[in-house]
């Protein structure tokens, strides 16, 4: 039995970048061997098995066989006989089908080493369209590979825009994608993930963005105050058409879908004309008296994506920077005054005292 290092750690290696995790292929080998050996078993799709001591991942060989026609039509064989360089073929990327062995010796039957060497993202063969996880796959490569000087080839955008369709897309495990999403967010580059994926023609699928051209500059400004997944996603969102769709479709964690609801009630603050008790309607859904801080982060991001996009303000949010504070320096005060009322009577006392001092705020007294 022969093993080979192979996928992400030994394209790390080559680049110069951390190494996350080892995966390993097993040549010459089948299950039997292998759990005789010790190695367990893991839940998935293939024959993987975690190494009894490292608990590293090591998946027998695959290759694919065409059974019927279109290019769902393979079987899967792991037998003994599978050579690596079959294994390797069926990957997604030249860079990620190189194989390492314990001497050290690579095998790189798809030039992998020269496109790494030539920064280039490029498939492996046409094996790539069987899984449309990897246009996302590529795009958040794009994104975390830019520091390095990496491009996506010219021939895979080509095959991305025209050989993955609508149905085939959609069918994705939500995860799956959102994961490449947030690992593109965290990224130097997060605006080449989006990017990729509109070059690809496959954007607007999950993601009804008006103008990319705006949500790149955006993110190119904000991203070097806003380090974090979340806010650099809740600034994304504020160009969302149709934020409900996203969320739905790509099952979004609540912290972020929370802090980009809040955004989107923060920019109709800012930008309508607003009555005293809209505004304090608008503080009860950015949850300003349960959640303070969060609110006044959610406001901060808000007037900063304001001013990024130069949007026309109906209220300055410096106004309502003024009211919170107000509001949250009188909260002893309007404790006090609610004392001893009963409780039918102290929500709409509370309404009340709130809005005077919205309105004082606003008139200035
Ligand atoms: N792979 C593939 N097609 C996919 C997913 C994975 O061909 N849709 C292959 C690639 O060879 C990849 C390897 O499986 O390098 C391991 O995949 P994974 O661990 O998901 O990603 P890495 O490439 O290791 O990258 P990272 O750790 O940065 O996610």
Redesign the pocket.
């Given at each position: 039995m022969n093993v080979y290092l192979?996928?992400?750690?030994v394209?790390d290696e080559l680049i110069g970048r951390e190494i996350?995790?080892k995966?390993w292929v097993v040549v010459g080998s089948d299950e039997e061997d292998l759990l005789s050996k010790g190695f367990k078993k893991i839940n998935s799709k293939f024959p993987v098995f975690l190494h009894p001591e490292t608990k590293e991942e090591y998946a027998l060989a695959r290759k694919e066989k065409k059974v019927s026609p279109g290019h769902q039509g393979f079987k899967f064989i792991f037998d003994p006989s599978v050579k690596i360089e079959e294994d390797l073929k069926?990957?997604?990327?030249t860079m990620?089908?190189i194989a390492k062995k314990d001497n050290g010796e690579l095998i790189d039957p798809f030039a992998g080493v020269s496109d790494i060497n030539n920064k280039l993202i490029k498939h492996v063969s046409e094996f790539f369209i069987e899984?449309p996880?990897?246009v996302f796959?590529c795009a958040r490569f794009a994104a975390?590979l830019k520091s390095f000087g990496f491009k996506v080839s010219d021939e895979t955008i080509n095959l991305m825009q025209t050989k993955f369709s609508e149905g085939e897309f959609l069918s994705l495990s939500a995860e799956r994608v959102w994961t490449e999403t947030q690992?593109a967010l965290v990224s130097e580059y997060p605006e080449e993930y989006f990017s990729i994926l509109n070059k690809a023609d496959c954007l607007h699928y999950f993601f009804d963005l008006p103008d990319i051209k705006e949500v790149i500059e955006l993110i190119e400004h904000i991203k070097k105050k806003y380090v974090g997944d979340v806010e650099r996603w809740a600034a994304i969102c504020s160009f969302l058409i149709d934020q409900k769709k996203t969320n739905e479709l790509l099952k979004i964690p609540k912290k972020f879908s929370k802090l980009s609801e809040k955004i989107q009630e923060c920019i109709k603050l800012f930008t309508q004309k607003s009555s005293d008790s809209e505004i304090l309607d608008s503080l009860y859904k950015i949850s300003f008296f349960r959640e303070s801080s969060s609110a006044r982060k959610a406001m901060e991001l808000c007037d900063d994506l304001m001013k990024e996009k130069g949007s026309s303000l109906s209220l300055e949010p410096s106004l309502i920077l003024n009211i919170v504070t107000k509001l949250e320096k009188s909260k002893n005060e309007i404790n006090s005054s609610l004392k001893g009322m009963k409780d039918e009577d102290k929500k709409s006392k509370l309404t009340e005292l709130r809005l005077n001092i919205i309105r004082k705020t606003r008139t200035n007294l």
């Open positions: 192979v996928g992400g750690a394209r996350k995790e995966d069926r990957r997604d990327f990620n089908a899984d996880l990897r796959r975390t690992k």
